[in-house]
Structure formats: structure tokens, C-alpha cells
């Protein structure tokens, strides 16, 4: 409420006398009126002025609280001590501070019961003075046929098949579980070995994970959009018509986002947070505050903001701090290594393998839909592009009608499709796949042996790889956020020659190891848990070798499930049951993979683009075939 306004009353510089302003009457050639005032009449003014003080001023307060201008808010002590509770003081009003201590341009006033901080009266708030520390003390990772406890399915993914037989259970597996990289999250279902509990004595000291961003809008080039605006433009040409199980189509519209994370994947990464929590809180130092790793783009900022509300609590930013590195073409990123390797864009063999895979798997589906439409062309890259329309539309929507048109054997199918295209661009299959990855291969090694990185060789950022600000080294708890197909090229820089073996682009395989849906699901999690163990542990796990001193191991857990290093690594011991491989040996083994990957050749080099041009399977090592 703005008050009274009052003339402007100037004062002389030359001396203590007030200058009476000009009223409008006067005349503007007068001489300005000077007057020196007897003492009584200041004694008179004094008076007169606390007499109207004692008077106007509980009018003006009153005044005041009847229209909520003046408010009076609880003491601090009465806060914390919980008193303030009896008061019920319902139209308490705070003031609003920028963000960062920084004072707004205006004071904005709250009512109280709008007020979420600081909290007035938020009672007892002693948190426990243990931590979980669940993968310390798991006594396995199971429960009813070795499955994990999922968190709550929002989506409504019990849809009908087109050819529904009613089979059940492991009979026939959900498709939602083999849609590639468009999975909503679920655990792996194995890679060959048994979880086991850690034995007495041992303890996890370290953890370092990089996770995928969660469900999401198709990027702004998907085949879905295109499929929607041709479905459009054929519309409003007045030709089209649907019928039969495509007579939705009448009625439809593409009505999907760009890239930015939906429902499904924000509760994705905050389930990951507190499944993380659960599993390794007690590695939290809660005197201090960790850095934490995404990059620039929005899904990958909210996921890692998700991540962290589930880890921590809403409170999250008291715990870590969010290095947010620059997502884009020329920028050294190793949370996105693709996009300083100009050679990865030209890539394309297992594009090609899974073209020759779609052409074939979905022929009928073509024939069949194609009968259904009038003044529409229908042609396979349609039929593809309505399969991914499935599972984008039941992250974003709860439940999309497209996922009844295909059967089963389709299904499996369109997984198939994913795995090929993947493995011939990003990983074994791809001459560029061990380079993509390789960055963030140096920097887990790095943090290991406790020293920044100041070199290149590869597409990690040195000026923040450099310095233990951007880059600590005192953390037992390392949180990071990157991409799909960066991290099966991570998979790929490690070595992990378990999902090497090309694919055949002309039948199905059957189950085989590299399957996108068990890699790489939105919100996929990589987590490498150090442990440290009093003495050496028989590779059987039947107690622990007699003598021997302290020995650490690696242990690599993908998706919830255990990734057996000897399998890939022959420093590691294969025979071990639980997949796990000595600090030592594991160390070893990872001064292989930089000189492997040939960075500077397969992601900048220039030699003919012969070996770029390799067609699908002449690859199978992740990098520059070595005769070229």
C-alpha cells in the first residue's frame, strides 16, 4: 500500500536554514524568503510531535495488522524448540530472499502456511546415526528365482498380442523387456555368474557408477515423428483412411515431446537414488560434499537432480555439488566421448546389418498393416517407425494402442534390430567403439590410483580433469550420468570382450550376450564397487586362503547383476564364481585398453575412410582393423 506523498523540502547548502519551495501562486522573479526562528517554537514542534507520535502510532499499527501489511512471526527459539506449535499463528508472512543469499530487486512476502523454507516449526529432526549399507550386508540378490524387488510399473505394460497365445511366465516374456534402448528400467536378468555376499571381514570402500538418463521424448529425428507428420500430411490431402486395427489412425496425432525426460524417467532415476541409497549410503562422509557429473543437456541435468533428491532427499544440494559439462560438437566430454570423434558420424555398418534385419523380420507385419490404410503409401520404414512408436508413447502416456498391432516373434524381433545396430556402431562391431569410451575408461583408472588427469589422448576434459576441484580424488562415492551408446562404448574401452561376437543380420541368434535391453534400459547404472578383504579369497568362495595380507577386488555390477571380469580379462582369474578380478591384475589389464582403442586414428584419423567404409562383421575388436 503506497502512503501519503509529500512535497519535497530542500535544504541550503550555504547554511542551516530551510528553503521554503515556491507555491504554485508565487511569482518566479520574488527573492527567496529566509527566516531565522525563535528557540520556543522548536520547543513547541518537539512537543507537538511526540504528542501526535503517543497518538498516530498504535492507530498505524493497527491499522497495519488488519491489513496484513504487519505480521509478527515466531521467534527462532520458539521454532526450534517446537513450542510455536500451540500459537496457530495461520497468517504469518516471511520474507522471500533470491537464491544463493542474493537479495531480490523487491521483497516478496509468503503467508505462512505457503511457506516451505525455512521450515517454522518442523519439529524433531535428528536423522540416524548409521547409514544403510545394504550391499555390505546382502546376503544375496534375491529372492523367488534369483528375481530383485522392482519398483512400483506405472505403465499399463500387460497389453494383448496381435497373436496372444496365453502363454505365461517364462514361457513368454514380456515385450517390454526386449525393446532395446527404449526398455523402461529393469534389472538384467544375468551375465553368467551367481551374486555373492561379501565374506566376513570385507568391506566396500569405493564406488563408482555411471548411469543412463531415464525414459524419454524421441530425439527431435526420430522415425516417429516422421512417421506422424506424413500421417498428417496425408490426412489433410483428404485421402487417408484407416480401418480395422489401425482405424485409431483416423482420430490420431503425433502429439510426442523432444528429448526431455518424461514421468516414467524421473521416477527412474529416483529409484535408482534410493535403491543407491540403500545400497551404499554408509560411503557417504555426511562432512562433506561430493561432486557429482552430467552434462549439459536437459534430461541429463534432470536425471542427475532426480538421482540426487533419491540419494539424499530433497535437501540434496547440502550433500554434493552437480558439474554440469558442455554437451556439444567439438567439446571434450567424456560422458559424451561421440562428440569429439568426427570419424563416429560416418560410422554406419550396423545401420546397414540392421536394415537387412528389418527388411526381413518384418515383412509381413508391412503386408498385414499396409491392407488397413487407403490414400497412404504404407512401407516398411512406416512399419518400424509405428513398432517404436510403442514403447515412446507408453512412457510418455501410460499406454499406447500401437504395441497390440505386432506379435511376439515380432517383438523379439525389434530388440534384435537395436542389438545390431549398436553392436556394429558403438561397440565390438565398430572401429570407432573402444575410442567413444575410452575417456571415461582413463578417468575410473585415474580416481583408482589417486591422480588427475593432465594429458589427452583422448576425449576427456583436461582443464577440469586437471584439478581436484572439478575432479576429486577423496571420494569413496563417484556419481556420474551419460548416454546409452557412450556407455556400451564404455562397456567396449574396458575390454569386456563377453559381448563381443559379431551378430548375424539374417536370423536370430537366440539368447545371446549382447542384448541392449539387459546393457542399456533407460536408467541404466554401471556400478564398480571396490573391496577390500583381510586376506585373499579362494576363487570358489570357500573362505579365505590361509595366508596372504590384505588384498582388494573389482567388482563390476551392471543393471544390478554381476559382470564376471575373468571372462573378458585374462588378467583376471576366470574360475572366480563371483565374477570378481584383483585391484592388481584388474589395474594391469587396463594399460592394455588405451593403446587398443587407437584413439587419435579411429576417431580423427583420415586414411581413404577405408576402414570406415568396412562393411558390417569385417569389425569385431572396437577399433581400426590393425592391417590398415
Same mark, same amino acid.
Not at 37 to 42: K, S, T
Not at 504 to 518: A, I, Q, R, Y
Given at each position: 500500500?503506497?502512503?501519503p506523498?509529500?512535497?519535497?523540502?530542500?535544504q541550503?547548502?550555504?547554511?542551516?536554514?530551510?528553503?521554503l519551495?515556491?507555491?504554485?501562486?508565487?511569482?518566479r522573479?520574488?527573492?527567496?524568503i529566509? =527566516?531565522?526562528?525563535?528557540?520556543?517554537?522548536y520547543?513547541?514542534?518537539?512537543?507537538s510531535?511526540?504528542l501526535?507520535?503517543?497518538?498516530?502510532?498504535p492507530t498505524?499499527i493497527l491499522?497495519?495488522v488488519i491489513?496484513g501489511?504487519?505480521t509478527?512471526?515466531?521467534?527462532?527459539?520458539t521454532a526450534?524448540?517446537?513450542?510455536?506449535?500451540?500459537?496457530?499463528?495461520?497468517?504469518?508472512?516471511?520474507k522471500?530472499?533470491g537464491s544463493?543469499?542474493c537479495?531480490?530487486?523487491?521483497?516478496?512476502?509468503v503467508?505462512?502456511y505457503?511457506?516451505?523454507s525455512?521450515?517454522?516449526?518442523?519439529?524433531?529432526?535428528?536423522?540416524?546415526? !548409521?547409514?544403510?549399507?545394504?550391499?555390505?550386508t546382502?546376503?544375496g540378490?534375491?529372492?523367488?528365482?534369483g528375481?530383485?524387488? !522392482?519398483?512400483?510399473?506405472p505403465?499399463?505394460?500387460?497389453?494383448p498380442?496381435?497373436?496372444?497365445?496365453g502363454?505365461k511366465?517364462?514361457e513368454?516374456k514380456?515385450? $517390454?523387456?526386449?525393446m532395446?534402448?527404449l526398455?523402461p528400467?529393469?534389472?538384467?536378468?544375468?551375465?553368467?555368474?551367481?551374486?555373492?555376499?561379501?565374506?566376513?571381514?570385507?568391506?566396500?570402500v569405493q564406488?563408482?557408477m555411471?548411469? *543412463?538418463?531415464?525414459?524419454?521424448?524421441?530425439?527431435s529425428e526420430?522415425?516417429?515423428?516422421?512417421?506422424?507428420?506424413?500421417?498428417?500430411?496425408?490426412?489433410?490431402?483428404?485421402k487417408?483412411k484407416?480401418?480395422?486395427?489401425?482405424?485409431?489412425?483416423?482420430?490420431?496425432e503425433?502429439?510426442?515431446g523432444h528429448?526431455?525426460l518424461?514421468?516414467?524417467?524421473?521416477q527412474e532415476? $529416483?529409484?535408482s537414488g534410493v535403491?543407491h541409497s540403500?545400497?551404499y549410503g554408509?560411503?557417504?562422509?555426511?562432512n562433506?560434499?561430493?561432486?557429482?557429473?552430467t552434462?549439459?543437456?536437459?534430461?541429463?541435468?534432470?536425471s542427475? %537432480?532426480?538421482f540426487?533428491?533419491?540419494?539424499?532427499?530433497?535437501?540434496w544440494?547440502?550433500?554434493?555439488?552437480?558439474?554440469?559439462?558442455?554437451e556439444?560438437?567439438?567439446?571434450?566430454?567424456?560422458?559424451a566421448?561421440?562428440?569429439?570423434?568426427?570419424?563416429?558420424?560416418?560410422?554406419?555398418?550396423? &545401420?546397414?546389418a540392421?536394415n537387412?534385419?528389418?527388411?526381413?523380420?518384418?515383412?509381413?507385419?508391412?503386408?498385414?498393416l499396409?491392407?488397413?490404410i487407403?490414400g497412404?503409401?504404407?512401407?516398411i520404414?512406416?512399419?518400424?517407425a509405428?513398432q &517404436?512408436m510403442?514403447?515412446?508413447? &507408453?512412457v510418455?502416456?501410460?499406454?499406447?494402442?500401437?504395441?497390440?498391432?505386432?506379435?511376439?516373434? %515380432?517383438w523379439?524381433?525389434f530388440?534384435y534390430?537395436?542389438?545390431?545396430?549398436?553392436?556394429g556402431?558403438d561397440?565390438?562391431?565398430?572401429? !570407432?567403439?573402444?575410442?567413444?569410451?575410452i575417456?571415461?575408461?582413463?578417468?575410473?583408472?585415474?580416481?583408482l *590410483?589417486?591422480h588427475?588427469?593432465g594429458?589427452?589422448?583422448?576425449?576427456?576434459?583436461?582443464?577440469?580433469?586437471?584439478?581436484?576441484?572439478?575432479?576429486?580424488l577423496?571420494?569413496?562415492?563417484?556419481f556420474?550420468?551419460?548416454h546409452?551408446t557412450?556407455i556400451?562404448?564404455?562397456l567396449t574401452?574396458?575390454?569386456l570382450?563377453?559381448?563381443?561376437g559379431?551378430?548375424?543380420?539374417?536370423?536370430?541368434?537366440?539368447?545371446?550376450? $549382447?542384448?541392449v535391453s539387459e546393457?542399456?534400459?533407460?536408467?541404466?547404472?554401471?556400478?564398480?564397487?571396490?573391496? =577390500?578383504?583381510?586376506?585373499?579369497?579362494?576363487?570358489?568362495?570357500?573362505?579365505f586362503?590361509?595366508?596372504?595380507?590384505?588384498?582388494?577386488?573389482?567388482?563390476f555390477?551392471?543393471?544390478?547383476?554381476?559382470?564376471?571380469?575373468?571372462?573378458s580379462?585374462?588378467?583376471?582369474?576366470?574360475?572366480?564364481?563371483?565374477?570378481w578380478?584383483?585391484?592388481?591384475?584388474?589395474l594391469?589389464?587396463m594399460? =592394455?585398453?588405451?593403446?587398443?582403442?587407437?584413439?587419435?586414428?579411429?576417431?580423427?584419423?583420415?586414411?581413404? *575412410?577405408?576402414?570406415?567404409?568396412?562393411?558390417?562383421?569385417?569389425?569385431w575388436?572396437?577399433a581400426?582393423?590393425p592391417s590398415?
Amino acid at each position: 500500500m503506497r502512503g501519503p506523498t509529500y512535497a519535497p523540502v530542500h535544504q541550503n547548502e550555504d547554511d542551516n536554514d530551510l528553503e521554503l519551495d515556491e507555491s504554485p501562486s508565487s511569482s518566479r522573479h520574488l527573492p527567496r524568503i529566509q =527566516r531565522k526562528r525563535p528557540v520556543g517554537i522548536y520547543r513547541r514542534d518537539i512537543i507537538s510531535f511526540f504528542l501526535s507520535f503517543l497518538v498516530s502510532f498504535p492507530t498505524v499499527i493497527l491499522l497495519g495488522v488488519i491489513s496484513g501489511n504487519i505480521t509478527f512471526a515466531p521467534s527462532d527459539n520458539t521454532a526450534a524448540t517446537g513450542q510455536g506449535e500451540k500459537h496457530n499463528n495461520f497468517n504469518n508472512k516471511v520474507k522471500v530472499t533470491g537464491s544463493g543469499g542474493c537479495e531480490p530487486t523487491q521483497t516478496q512476502t509468503v503467508p505462512q502456511y505457503f511457506q516451505t523454507s525455512p521450515e517454522l516449526w518442523a519439529g524433531p529432526t535428528a536423522t540416524g546415526k !548409521v547409514a544403510a549399507f545394504l550391499a555390505q550386508t546382502r546376503a544375496g540378490f534375491g529372492g523367488e528365482g534369483g528375481k530383485s524387488w !522392482v519398483p512400483n510399473e506405472p505403465l499399463q505394460t500387460g497389453v494383448p498380442l496381435h497373436d496372444d497365445d496365453g502363454k505365461k511366465g517364462e514361457e513368454k516374456k514380456g515385450i $517390454f523387456g526386449m525393446m532395446g534402448y527404449l526398455t523402461p528400467y529393469k534389472p538384467a536378468d544375468g551375465f553368467g555368474v551367481d551374486e555373492w555376499p561379501l565374506p566376513d571381514g570385507a568391506e566396500i570402500v569405493q564406488v563408482q557408477m555411471v548411469s *543412463r538418463h531415464g525414459s524419454r521424448y524421441p530425439t527431435s529425428e526420430a522415425n516417429v515423428g516422421l512417421l506422424g507428420h506424413r500421417i498428417k500430411a496425408a490426412k489433410k490431402a483428404g485421402k487417408f483412411k484407416a480401418k480395422g486395427e489401425l482405424e485409431f489412425l483416423n482420430e490420431w496425432e503425433y502429439q510426442l515431446g523432444h528429448e526431455i525426460l518424461v514421468s516414467k524417467g524421473r521416477q527412474e532415476l $529416483f529409484d535408482s537414488g534410493v535403491l543407491h541409497s540403500y545400497m551404499y549410503g554408509k560411503l557417504y562422509n555426511p562432512n562433506s560434499k561430493i561432486i557429482v557429473r552430467t552434462t549439459t543437456q536437459d534430461r541429463m541435468l534432470k536425471s542427475a %537432480e532426480n538421482f540426487m533428491a533419491g540419494f539424499f532427499g530433497l535437501e540434496w544440494t547440502n550433500n554434493a555439488t552437480i558439474e554440469v559439462i558442455i554437451e556439444d560438437a567439438g567439446y571434450n566430454n567424456s560422458l559424451a566421448g561421440y562428440l569429439n570423434c568426427p570419424n563416429g558420424n560416418k560410422v554406419h555398418a550396423g &545401420t546397414d546389418a540392421a536394415n537387412i534385419w528389418i527388411g526381413s523380420y518384418l515383412q509381413n507385419a508391412t503386408d498385414r498393416l499396409s491392407k488397413l490404410i487407403e490414400g497412404y503409401q504404407w512401407t516398411i520404414t512406416d512399419t518400424y517407425a509405428a513398432q &517404436t512408436m510403442c514403447p515412446y508413447e &507408453t512412457v510418455a502416456y501410460g499406454y499406447s494402442v500401437w504395441c497390440s498391432l505386432f506379435t511376439y516373434e %515380432e517383438w523379439v524381433g525389434f530388440g534384435y534390430s537395436i542389438d545390431l545396430n549398436f553392436y556394429g556402431n558403438d561397440a565390438f562391431g565398430s572401429p !570407432v567403439g573402444r575410442a567413444i569410451g575410452i575417456g571415461y575408461q582413463q578417468e575410473v583408472v585415474a580416481r583408482l *590410483r589417486n591422480h588427475t588427469l593432465g594429458y589427452s589422448g583422448s576425449q576427456i576434459n583436461v582443464t577440469l580433469d586437471n584439478n581436484t576441484e572439478t575432479f576429486p580424488l577423496d571420494q569413496s562415492l563417484y556419481f556420474d550420468f551419460s548416454h546409452d551408446t557412450n556407455i556400451i562404448s564404455i562397456l567396449t574401452a574396458f575390454g569386456l570382450t563377453q559381448f563381443a561376437g559379431t551378430l548375424d543380420p539374417h536370423k536370430f541368434p537366440g539368447p545371446h550376450n $549382447f542384448t541392449v535391453s539387459e546393457l542399456t534400459p533407460f536408467g541404466a547404472r554401471l556400478d564398480i564397487e571396490i573391496i =577390500r578383504s583381510p586376506r585373499p579369497i579362494f576363487a570358489d568362495r570357500s573362505g579365505f586362503l590361509g595366508d596372504g595380507g590384505e588384498t582388494k577386488y573389482v567388482h563390476f555390477v551392471l543393471n544390478q547383476r554381476t559382470i564376471p571380469l575373468g571372462w573378458s580379462l585374462p588378467e583376471c582369474d576366470a574360475a572366480r564364481v563371483d565374477g570378481w578380478c584383483e585391484l592388481g591384475a584388474f589395474l594391469h589389464a587396463m594399460d =592394455r585398453m588405451e593403446g587398443l582403442a587407437q584413439y587419435e586414428k579411429a576417431c580423427h584419423g583420415d586414411e581413404g *575412410r577405408a576402414w570406415l567404409d568396412k562393411p558390417y562383421g569385417e569389425v569385431w575388436d572396437g577399433a581400426p582393423p590393425p592391417s590398415v
